[in-house]
Nanobody
Framework: QLQASGGGLVQAGGSLRLSCAAS????????MDWYHQAPGKSRELVAS???????NYVDSVKGRFTISRDNAKNTVSLQMNSLKPEDTAVYYC?????????????????WGQGTQVTVSS
């Protein structure tokens, strides 16, 4: 499972750091991602990072957000700087995980529970 934390209320121009920890019978973590979903809009990929550390960002956050991961701790973080009101959304972490269940290995995308980020103007 994935457990996200770190959301909150911040003024425009401020910073927040989101964290997400994977737990359970994990054999391997592949790509880890952050999505956001604003009210009335569809969920959008914000940033992703491969197991090797390669990153990708949606254009609207390039230069402001940084995704990172700690493979030893099975965690992924999103450092968000220079926040704007339009960044207000629920943020979800996701991870492509190979795990063991009932003696067999499976691979699927797991989702965290979502954490609210609100940026006031």
């Amino acid at each position: 499972q994935l457990q996200a934390s770190g959301g909150g209320l911040v003024q425009a121009g401020g910073s927040l750091r989101l964290s997400c920890a994977a737990s359970g019978s994990i054999r391997r973590l592949f790509a880890m991602d952050w999505y956001h979903q604003a009210p009335g809009k569809s969920r959008e990929l914000v940033a992703s990072i491969t197991s090797g550390g390669s990153t990708n960002y949606v254009d609207s956050v390039k230069g402001r957000f940084t995704i990172s991961r700690d493979n030893a701790k099975n965690t992924v973080s999103l450092q968000m700087n220079s926040l704007k009101p339009e960044d207000t959304a629920v943020y979800y972490c996701a991870a492509d995980i190979e795990y063991m269940s009932g003696g067999y290995y499976y691979r699927k995308t797991h989702w965290g529970q979502g954490t609210q980020v609100t940026v006031s103007s």
